[in-house]
């Protein structure tokens, strides 16, 4: 049997096989086994044949054969009378796709002359138009494959082949009249975009247009298992490229787009505004210029009377590039564009603040935005009449929406010529800014309406303080004296005026303080420092406490990098001369929380400069110094436990930013603090110190945070260790100091432990004499002592402890101190502020699922084994180790889970545990709710019991709050035929949650209750 | 302009000029005239969350005071309601108003019921959808509110044309549940009342 049968034998039935054959014929081919001379005359039989699948299968063979055929086995010669005879079978009303195919494999095996190329096309059209006469798809792709290929390398051919034949184009554009399907439109659009871009298309330009345009709008939508990717979108663009191709389009596709426009679909709207910028753009400023005020009078409504945002949006965008593209060309079109824009947008502002008012200023500034040249000329004619109306308005409120516009409008302008850092988009040119002529007449409006307004005219005010900001950051437009008139009036409204409602006017001039001071920090220091400073008494004797807002504001100027050092250096100052000046404590305490919010704003600043040690010696130093002594110069508030711990803050934050080499020093210091002492004398070294000896543990555990896990301790880690759990378990520490010392053992066993030692450091406490882990020893010290530890150890999700958890699991079942145990577990997991990365510490990125693994199936497992007393306690640790878990961990055993939280919800006093229970409930609703499906009747009783009160055992506003936000996502997450049965009942106890004593929860009642009422009606629609 | 507004083009109240509730409570917390800017930077669970001592906590706060429903709480309760015709809250078009809610006590002392009055401010006179507002509200009101109260809504006098027939058509009880059977008028309901929080 020869190939070509073979081939035929197997089309119908199994398409690799047949493929297979005609490789083979392609090898022998190659081989020289078979003469091209003979393939012909074999297939000559199959080409004459009566049956027109035959002829089809016949070429597509052939193609085959072809396509798998190496480079340079085919002669010139042989190519060329290929290319004939394939093009004399397009004769054939049959087989289109494989002539192609056989084509597109001959062009690829080498290059055509312009004469061949030429015929090619001409043959096409002659023989196969138009397309759409072939109904498979697959047939016509390939034919715009080969018009694709034609286009894309032989542009000169085709250009040429157009222009000698008039009637060319005609033909070439009904080509492809007719296409539906997306894979061959994405080729249509692609193959005519040349012509419309590189062709005179003179007349055709109609016709050329239609044939994209009548796709217009896209509305194709992909099957669901689209296998060939392309989406609407993809369609879109490139329609919108071919619209937008040709200048000579305008007078056919603005008036079409601007009827569509008119359209009710949203998407179409869209489109339409989006080919109208697309074509604006390409079309060029004299196209344009012809067409902008129509497209003004028609795109305007969409952003006078929004309909839809970001159609207001792309209508803006439209506006925005009418005026791009005219200012490339001359000045006339530009003017004549603006000029009824203006007119318009002046019209709306004599009746501000009105919705459309806010859109005329939305649309100026959005064309004013474009360039200096348009922004210069809205300027010219806007600024006058907006600061006459100013004059003449008679209410705020009118002023008010003068002023709105006019901020929007300088800002714009900013965004044209830049700030004082920045340059804009329009360059370096400042100087020609038409804003320079308003200047001063703005700066007086601002200035004296921030100023002399009441007090109560908030929005009014926030305009000005926005105008002021924009004004003073316009690059090279306010003088510094200017600038400073600016910063003065801010830092007395700061400083001076009496607080009002939400004091919204002075946290927007201390913000606004920041900014200037981003813009212009050294008139910041020298115009508001002093004012600030001048506020912040040595002493405060007359013990007022007006100080404070100033230090708020003070320090938030921290905020900008370019002041930090000086506003840190300030703080330091007031703090020392306060301390040496006997200042009260609250005073001195209010200095110190302001220097810590400063540094802490500062903290990526200090990072950067590890080797200074500037501010270790101004800071840190003295703190230490002032901490250990125990004579004059150790003031009295810091015997306080809460001044000493922002004091350790403080340290902490300068200290970790120390390099490696300075650290070591410092830590030999973590216990003496400076004093000269040794570190055998301190605690936790030593147990009979003075009250006040102990409370430097607070600031030695800041100390301890901020070292780099290479720093060398003071003493061996085993005696340390030991040390701070006998130290942390004498009855007569202050809570604030026993929870230091705890702490301390978190971080030394987390930081200063290798991965191999890790593993045994618990054994000296394990050990006898200490026996933690004893039931019979067990008490609360010691269960503290226990979590701590545990605390350094999971977060670095150690193997040890895996043979830790399960002593900890065992004691939830202790008679005495079960529930004490019960409780620690919501510390396991609570994120701390001093065991961070940035202190330095070693938190692997796993610890939560480790232990979550570790511990929940466990709780879970003796949960259901416990006896009824104990089941509380399993109950207790299982929401304190859920508490901090992220939910996504938790949402692979949340099966298991729902039952034991929907008994915790029946605890009596353990609310911390019903909130936590809650709150994962919330999260499995949110996530997974089909696992709560089955239990709906179940939930939804057991939250409306919480959520209600009750004058015996009822739930605190806290727990009230969130079950009636849990119940409010019950009938949006389950499903309508669970929830329905159990309306009646929820919306009827939920009045009584609406007459709650407290607001909290009555507000959370008001919100559950009306999604509850809501069930029943959307029950009503699907009927 | 779209003609099938009756009014296209309201003027509109600022955000922060409305009435909150906010405003009191920030004065009452804070005597000392700071904002609280300082209050965080000791985060509270260090020392306060002892999760050892737990008697302290449950009781932290307990309903110790009653706090009132009063005409702020009114106002939030409808003051997010969005207008029919644009997507603005009744609030900001100033439509409802602090002032002009009251809540009167209970007439004698055996009563339980107190009342809600609460009288709106249409946008123009001749606004033809101030019948759908005022429903709007009371339905608002009367989900929200427990049964205790009675609630009164009415348009504000001289501000409407025809403000005395629409007060009756919405003070008559078996107008409004016969209102409240109409399909269509409950979807326009459901969407004024969707935005309210």
Not at chain 1, 543 to 565: I, R
Not at chain 2, 81 to 109: C, F, K, M, W, Y
């Amino acid at each position: 049997m020869s190939d070509i049968q073979q081939y035929l034998l197997d089309y119908d039935r199994n398409k690799t096989e047949a493929s297979a054959t005609a490789q083979k014929s392609a090898t022998r081919l190659t081989d020289g086994e078979l003469r091209l001379l003979k393939l012909i005359e074999e297939l000559g039989e199959y080409f004459n044949s009566e049956d027109g699948a035959v002829r089809v299968k016949a070429m597509s063979y052939l193609a085959e054969v072809l396509a798998f055929v190496p480079q340079k086995v085919l002669s010139l010669q042989q190519r060329n009378l290929l290319c004939d005879f394939i093009l004399s079978r397009t004769e054939d009303g049959d087989g289109v796709g494989s002539c192609a195919k056989g084509l597109i494999a001959l062009e690829e095996r080498g290059k055509w002359d312009h004469e061949r190329v030429q015929t090619i096309m001409e043959t096409l059209l002659a023989n196969t138009a138009p397309l759409r006469q072939y109904k498979q798809q697959s047939e016509r792709y390939p034919a715009l494959r080969l018009v694709d290929i034609l286009m894309a390398s032989y542009r000169d051919a085709l250009k040429a082949l157009h222009e000698a034949t008039p009637d060319f184009l005609p033909r070439f554009i009904a080509y492809f009249d007719g296409e539906k399907d997306p894979r061959n439109l994405m080729m249509v659009f692609s193959i005519l975009k040349v012509p419309m871009t590189e062709w005179s298309i003179g007349a055709d330009a109609q016709d050329l247009f239609d044939a994209v345009f009548n796709y217009f709008p896209i509305t194709f939508r992909p099957p669901p298992d689209d296998p060939y990717g392309i989406t609407a979108q993809d369609l879109k663009d490139r329609l919108r490229e071919c619209i937008a191709s040709a200048p000579e389009f305008a007078p056919y596709a603005f008036p079409a787009l601007l009827d569509k426009l008119d359209s009710t679909s949203m998407n179409t709207k869209r489109d339409v505004l989006q080919a109208i910028t697309a074509s604006v753009t390409q079309y060029g400023p004299r196209t344009i210029s012809l067409y902008s005020i129509t497209l003004w009078d028609s795109l305007k409504f969409e952003i006078l009377n929004v309909q839809d945002e970001d159609l207001a949006e792309e209508a803006l965008n439209g506006l925005a590039a009418i005026a791009t593209t005219l200012s490339k060309g001359t000045s006339g079109p530009l003017h004549a564009y603006l000029r009824p824009i203006i007119k318009e947008c002046n019209e709306h502002f004599e009746d501000a603040p009105t919705k459309q008012s806010q859109a005329a200023a939305r649309i100026l500034h959005g064309i004013a935005g474009v360039s200096s040249e348009v922004i210069n000329i809205v300027f010219a004619a806007v600024l006058p009449n907006l600061l006459t109306l100013y004059q003449t308005a008679d209410t705020m409120a009118k002023r008010r929406g003068l002023l709105e516009v006019f901020v929007q409008l300088i800002r714009a302008n900013v965004e044209v010529y830049g700030d004082w850092r920045t340059v804009g988009t329009a360059g370096e040119q400042s100087a020609n800014n038409a804003l320079i002529q308003f200047r001063d007449q703005a700066l007086q409006v601002l200035l004296s309406g921030l100023e002399t307004a009441p007090i109560n005219g908030v929005s009014f005010r926030l305009v000005c303080l926005d105008g002021l900001l924009q004004l003073s950051s316009a690059r090279g437009l306010l003088t510094d004296e200017d600038v400073g008139k600016i910063i003065q009036l801010l830092h007395t409204i700061v400083i001076h005026e009496e607080s009002f409602g939400k004091d919204e006017i002075k946290e927007a001039a201390i913000n606004g303080l920041v900014d200037i001071a981003h813009q212009k920090p050294q008139v910041v220091v020298d115009k508001a420092f002093p004012a600030f400073m001048a506020q912040l008494p040595d002493t405060d004797a007359d013990e007022s406490k007006g100080y404070l807002t100033v230090l708020e504001a003070f320090a938030k100027l921290a905020n900008e990098e370019q002041v930090f050092d000086t506003v840190i250096l300030r703080l330091k100052n007031k703090f020392t001369s306060a301390v040496t000046q006997n200042a009260s404590s609250a005073y001195i305490v209010a200095l110190l929380s302001a220097m810590l919010y400063a540094l802490t704003k500062g903290a990526t600043r200090l990072e950067q400069s590890p080797e200074s040690t500037t501010y270790y010696q101004d800071i840190v130093v003295p703190l230490f110094k002032r901490t250990s002594s125990t004579d004059s110069s150790h003031p009295k508030t810091f015997d306080d436990e809460t001044t000493l711990d922002l004091v350790g803050r403080i340290c902490n934050i300068i200290v970790r930013s120390q390099s490696a080499e300075h650290q070591h020093a410092i830590a030999q210091e973590v216990y003496t603090l400076l004093s000269g002492t040794s570190t055998s004398d301190t605690p936790p070294f030593k147990a009979s110190a003075p009250p006040e000896s102990d409370k430097t543990m607070i600031v030695s555990t800041h100390i301890l945070a901020s070292l780099r896990k290479e720093a060398r301790l003071p003493c061996e880690i085993e005696l340390l260790v030991s040390q701070l759990a006998e130290y942390a378990q004498q009855p007569q520490l202050s809570a604030p100091i026993r929870s230091a010392s705890l702490r301390q053992l978190s971080l030394v066993i987390n930081k200063f432990y290798s991965a191999s030692a890790l593993k045994t450091c618990l054994n000296p406490l394990i050990n006898a004499p200490f026996e933690i882990f004893n039931a019979e020893k067990l008490d609360p010290p010691r269960i503290r002592i226990i979590f701590a530890a545990l605390k350094g150890i999971l977060l670095r999700s150690s193997p040890v402890l895996a043979t830790l958890y399960p002593h900890l699991l065992s004691f939830l079942s202790h008679p005495k101190y079960g529930t004490t145990v019960a409780h620690g577990f919501s510390t396991l997991l609570q994120p701390d502020d001093l065991l961070t990365k940035q202190n330095h510490c070693q938190i692997s990125g796993l610890h939560r699922q480790k232990s979550f693994a570790l511990l929940v199936p466990n709780i879970t497992q003796a949960f259901r084994e416990a006896t009824p007393n104990n089941k509380s306690n399993y109950l207790i640790a299982l929401s304190g180790v859920l508490k901090w878990m992220p939910f996504d961990i938790v949402m692979e055993e949340v099966d298991h889970l729902v039952l034991p939280l929907l008994q915790s919800l029946d605890l009596k006093g353990e609310d911390l545990v019903k909130e936590a229970a809650i709150s994962t409930l919330i999260s499995t609703l949110e996530e997974k709710p089909q696992v709560i499906e089955e239990h709906a009747g179940s939930i939804i009783s057991r939250l409306l019991a919480n959520s209600i009160r009750n004058k015996e055992a009822g739930a605190p506003p806290r727990v009230r709050a969130a079950a009636l936000k849990c119940l409010m996502l019950v009938p949006e997450k389950l499903k309508l035929e669970s929830v329905l049965p159990y309306r009646r009942q929820v919306c009827k106890n939920l009045t009584a949650a609406l007459d709650d004593p407290k607001r909290e929860v009555r507000y959370a009642a008001v919100k559950c209750r009306s999604r509850w009422l809501e069930v029943d009606e959307v029950g009503d629609d699907d009927e | 302009m779209d003609p099938n507004k009756d009014n296209a083009n309201p003027t509109i109240l600022n955000p922060s000029d409305l009435p909150s509730r906010r405003r009191e409570s920030t004065v009452k917390r804070r005597n000392d005239g700071a904002s609280g800017l300082f209050d965080d930077l000791i985060p509270r669970y260090n020392y306060l969350n002892d999760p050892f001592e737990q008697s302290e906590l449950s009781s932290d706060s307990e309903d110790g005071e009653f706090e009132h429903i009063d005409e702020q709480e009114v106002y939030d309760l409808i003051s997010s309601i969005s207008d029919p015709e644009h997507p603005l809250s009744l609030g900001s078009l100033a439509v409802v108003n602090l002032p002009d809610i009251r809540i009167q006590p209970p007439t004698s002392p055996f009563s339980s019921i107190s009342t809600v009055v609460v009288e709106i401010t249409p946008t123009i006179t001749h606004c033809s959808l101030a019948t759908v507002i005022g429903l709007g509200v009371r339905v608002r009101l009367e989900q929200a509110l427990p049964p205790r109260f009675r609630v009164d809504v009415r348009i504000k006098k001289g501000t409407h044309s025809t403000d005395e027939a629409v007060n009756k058509q919405l003070g008559d009880k078996e107008r409004v549940a016969a209102a409240l059977e109409n399909a269509t008028l409950m979807g326009v309901l459901r969407k004024m009342l969707s935005t309210c929080e």
